[in-house]
């Protein structure tokens, strides 16, 4: 349930017509020890996605954006972990804290996560980003090859809407403007992959 995007529609989708309260009601409560397993789950999810992400890196990815050095060093320095259990809740909420396991996956972007620095940020104690909050400008932002192919089919989609004039001009504007960002991105991911020169 964890893998798939939105937890709660997820919970719903499995469990067919039952309510999404099954997430938060009854069934959520620390008797049923469903909420511990999905906070299990959510966090060997992140364990084996930072292990994806170091063999990408260790295999030649390039990374960008300004948070791309923290990025690097969280992998080189991340937590191993070795099995499936957790002796305790203790434990769990340790290995959930563990600022190496902050790097959370966008559609357009990978958040290096740093609620002191966070764009997003409403709530300073928060562990993970806000996407709905987003600012592709924030220092936390990191930008994989991975994201970059994102990055590109975006910018192809944003030049069509440029071009159609149906479109109001305010809303036009804010196109223009994120279609220029992701075209920087582009071109400062693309300037990391160029060999230098001695």
Not at 54 to 77: F, K, N
Request: with cysteine; glycine share 4%; charged share 25%.
């Amino acid at each position: 349930i964890v893998r798939r995007p939105c937890v709660l529609v997820a919970c719903a989708t499995q469990y067919g017509h039952l309510s999404t309260q099954v997430m938060q009601g009854s069934a959520g409560l620390a008797d049923s020890g469903f909420a511990n397993d999905v906070e299990f789950e959510t966090l060997l999810a992140r364990a084996e996605r930072l292990h994806d992400d170091a063999q990408q890196l260790a295999a030649g990815e390039e990374v960008s954006g300004a948070a791309a050095d923290e990025y690097r060093h969280r992998l080189a320095a991340r937590p191993t972990f070795a099995g499936t259990t957790v002796a305790s809740r203790a434990q769990l909420k340790f290995l959930s804290a563990n600022p190496a396991l902050a790097i959370h996956h966008g559609a357009l972007l990978t958040c290096v996560y740093r609620p002191e620095s966070a764009a997003c940020r409403q709530d300073r104690h928060a562990h993970k980003p806000d996407w709905a909050r987003c600012r592709l400008t924030c220092t936390n932002v990191a930008y994989t090859d991975r994201d970059i192919d994102a990055v590109r089919t975006e910018v192809d989609r944003l030049a069509g809407l440029i071009t159609t004039a149906a479109l109001p001009e305010p809303l036009l504007e804010r196109i223009r403007l994120r279609h220029t960002h992701l075209r920087t991105v582009l071109a400062n991911h693309d300037d990391n992959q160029l060999p230098t020169t001695e």
